[in-house]
């Protein structure tokens, strides 16, 4: 069947793996010839097998007739493009680019679904790198709707134009970038998985606490270790190696030895049957349950702030009354302090440390202060709660966090005030800028460094991301949302508490912070 579209009549695909399986059989929905070939005969029948099962659910079992299964590459030599699909390793598409240059006609276009991989480098290994580019797609390929379509040193404009039109004509968005290491999508979600990883090392939340403040906090559909574990570990991890040794041992694409445990023991996620979590059936025994609001009748204290917008309203419509501190007799829930660093918080909170009584829990945000160091402001930190403004009011969870020493009590005050604001409380270790903002920062911080590098410009990022890995934002509106300085100041507090390179902030995202 002819694509007038695309000018493009016969799609080849190498490996009959996830990918190559999921390329193929969007190819098969759009009315493409398909030629899938694979040289371990279990892989191509597993891969049919998928396919077929999906056009028997799309109602489309005429189109298995547009399929070819093959087991020697020579079976693409009548194919229009190539789209290589195989294992993620230089070497191997070395070999297999440099067979294709010698098998496919002239006229044939060459592509590597490569996530991370350079494409000049694979491009290299041929005679003709001109008609060799990148066409990256995002699993499941025939659902999520971005294609990366990359330009390597030598890939004439035709090429591009080409795959452009293919992408299209596969009902795709495709986006045209530049051949650097991670290219989009792999480079700017690199923080996502690398940020959940140290907390997770760093035992400041277990892997499904930091699941549920990601999905019910921030948004996003799928936490990073459940998404991990739908990936493959030893997929992602593969991709946190190889942006890591591209770029020379750049800190912020450090790979974690939790991965790295994890492929020693054959947990690499849904595929092994165990990866963060423990499935069967293909399903994750752990639940998110929701949480319904109960209301509040009593008062509250809030203090001057902009550290978490939508409080003040989000207490109204649960019933609270917001009241200044009159006198040390009064008695409101609790204190809330929703200042940062730079609008006098040390100053307001052992203002109020002195004004209120001992039994009313102060409940302080700390996205760019530790708790620790809000404990020093204060003459008694009997009651010091920390919680994370920031994502309180759009998110349904809140997170908070305790030193040593406050009583259940107390957390148990400050437990009745988030149920009653309808959020479901999760504690967490002390930990500069707790888990949501410092993860969410450093998704912003990563994109203003891929605009400033000239990856692609923001818009088109953003578009990436929420295409590509159903970010619930682009990760550059998403910082401009929360506002540059606070993204900054974010990243300066990490910076300042940990010493590493890792967290610098972007010069670009200092530039739109001033």
Not at 13 to 20: C, D, E, F, Q
Not at 371 to 394: C, H, K, V, Y
């Amino acid at each position: 069947m002819s694509n007038k579209t695309s000018g493009i009549e016969t799609i080849g695909i190498v490996g009959a793996g996830t990918m190559g399986s999921g390329i193929a059989l969007a190819a098969l929905y759009a009315g493409f010839e398909v030629v899938l070939q694979d040289e371990f005969s279990e892989a191509l029948q597993k891969g049919n097998a998928y396919i077929q099962k999906f056009l028997e659910k799309k109602d489309q079992t005429e189109r298995a007739k547009a399929l070819t299964l093959a087991d020697d590459l020579k079976a693409l030599t009548g194919c229009d493009v190539v789209i290589e699909a195989a294992l993620e390793q230089l070497e191997v598409k070395h070999e297999i680019f440099a067979k294709l240059d010698e098998i496919c006609g002239p006229d044939t276009i060459l592509a590597s679904n490569t996530s991370t991989l350079s494409v000049t480098a694979i491009a290299a290994n041929t005679q003709h790198p001109e008609r060799v580019a990148g066409m990256h797609f995002f699993n499941p390929a025939p659902v999520l709707p971005l294609v990366e379509v990359i330009r390597a040193a030598q890939t004439s404009d035709a090429t591009i134009d080409a795959l452009m039109a293919l992408a299209e004509a596969l009902g795709k968005t495709p986006v045209l970038v530049s051949d650097t290491p991670g290219f989009i999508v792999n480079r700017v979600a690199r923080p996502f998985y690398g940020e959940a990883l140290r907390l997770l090392g760093e035992g400041v939340a277990n892997h499904a606490q930091i699941d549920q403040i990601v999905e019910q906090g921030g948004g996003f559909r799928m936490g990073p270790f459940r998404l991990m574990d739908l990936i493959g570990i030893d997929i992602n991890a593969g991709a946190m190696r190889s942006m890591y040794e591209q770029t020379f041992g750049e800190p912020r694409y450090r790979p974690h030895p939790i991965q790295m445990q994890k492929l020693a023991e054959g947990a690499l996620g849904r595929k092994s049957g165990r990866g963060f979590y423990t499935y069967a059936d293909g399903q994750a025994e752990e639940v998110f349950p929701e949480i319904k609001a109960d209301g509040g009748q009593s008062q509250l204290v809030i203090s001057e702030g902009s550290w978490a917008p939508g409080l003040a309203e989000l207490c109204a419509e649960a019933g609270y009354e917001v009241v200044p501190v009159a006198d040390g007799d009064q008695k409101p829930a609790a204190c809330i302090v929703v200042a940062g660093r730079g609008e006098e918080a040390a100053r307001l909170v052992s203002w109020y440390d002195q004004a209120l009584d001992p039994g009313v829990p102060l409940i302080v945000q700390c996205a760019d202060t530790t708790l620790s160091e809000i404990a020093t402001w204060m003459q008694n930190p009997r009651g010091l709660i920390g919680f994370d403004g920031l994502f309180l009011a759009t998110g349904k969870v809140a997170t908070l966090c305790a030193l040593e020493g406050v009583s259940s009590d107390l957390r148990g005050k400050a437990e009745a005030l988030f149920a009653a604001l309808g959020r479901r409380v999760i504690w967490v270790g002390e930990s500069p800028a707790l888990v949501l903002p410092r993860i969410v920062c450093q998704l912003v911080n990563e994109a203003a460094f891929a605009e400033l590098e000239g990856v692609v410009d923001g818009e088109t990022i953003d578009l990436a991301m929420r295409l590509g890995v159903n970010y619930p934002q682009g990760p550059l509106e998403w910082g401009a949302a929360l506002g540059h300085d606070k993204v900054l100041a974010v990243l300066d507090h990490l910076y300042t508490e940990y010493h590493e390179e890792r967290y610098r902030a972007c010069i670009l995202l200092r530039r739109w912070a001033r």
